[in-house]
């Protein structure tokens, strides 16, 4: 192997290398800009999972039903007998939300 071919193989593998770290700069600004790009998506979602977790709330549907229930009671139609149909919305509101209630209390009392 003489001088040249020797030139011509070390600027050969010199370009390979050069080749390789720009793939791998290439790489590193993708994976920079694809987080970038998913940060807002994981900031709503590390935001709903500590809300839920700073309100103790392992029980998510069972809140969702209760809020439905509450708009539902405040939204809707009651009978129409005045005063005595309100008071029974009131207690059957009541009756519903006690297990919620309880649970939430439960919750609260552990976490002290």
Do not use: C, D, Y
Not at 55 to 83: D, E, Q, R, S
């Amino acid at each position: 192997m003489n001088s040249n071919e020797h030139q011509q193989t070390s600027r050969r593998e010199m370009r390979k290398a050069l080749i390789r770290l720009r793939m791998e700069m290439h790489r590193q600004e993708i994976r920079h800009e694809s987080q970038q790009l998913m940060l807002p998506l994981n900031k709503v979602r590390n935001m709903g999972q500590s809300f839920q977790g700073g309100l103790g709330i392992k029980h998510a549907p069972l809140w969702g039903v209760a809020a439905v229930t509450l708009m539902g009671f405040f939204t809707g139609k009651g009978a129409k007998g005045g005063g005595i149909g309100g008071m029974t919305r009131l207690v059957r509101l009541g009756a519903g939300l006690i297990p919620l209630i309880k649970l939430a209390m439960q919750g609260s009392s552990r976490k002290s």
